[in-house]
């Protein structure tokens, strides 16, 4: 079993920055890949970035270079900086483990880009 918890959202400016934190607990051991999506009213939860154990990443074209997703080892945290922010980046944002066979998601973080 996997428990995460994201904090960091809120209500940013255009062009603003935030900061997303998934703190991961349990059998932290057996993650293969972690990554955030997020979801609007009326439409499917979508990939914005995951990171596999290894160190790949992959990110959303719409995302792309102005988020990054990295891991703090020491505080078994995956953290996603998102820069530039668009009111179109506004959605609840999820954590989400998975291990061999088994999908892991936090309850999700409220982030609001608006003037």
């Known amino acids: 079993q996997v428990q995460l918890v994201e904090s960091g959202g809120g209500l940013v400016q255009p062009g603003g920055s935030l900061r997303l934190s998934c703190a991961a607990s349990?059998?932290?051991?057996?993650?293969?890949?972690m990554g955030w999506y997020r979801q609007t009213p009326g439409k499917q939860r979508e990939l914005v970035a995951t990171?596999?154990?290894?160190?790949?990443?992959v990110y959303a074209d719409s995302v792309k270079g102005r988020f990054t997703i990295s891991r703090d080892k020491a505080q078994n945290t995956w953290n996603l900086q998102m820069n530039s922010l668009k009111s179109e980046d506004t959605a609840v944002y999820y954590c989400?483990?998975?291990?061999?066979?088994?999908?892991?998601w936090g309850n999700g973080t409220l982030v609001t880009v608006s003037s």
């Open positions: 989400n483990a998975l291990t061999d066979g088994t999908a892991y």
């Open positions: 349990g059998s932290i051991f057996a993650i293969v890949s």
């Open positions: 990171a596999t154990r290894g160190g790949s990443t």
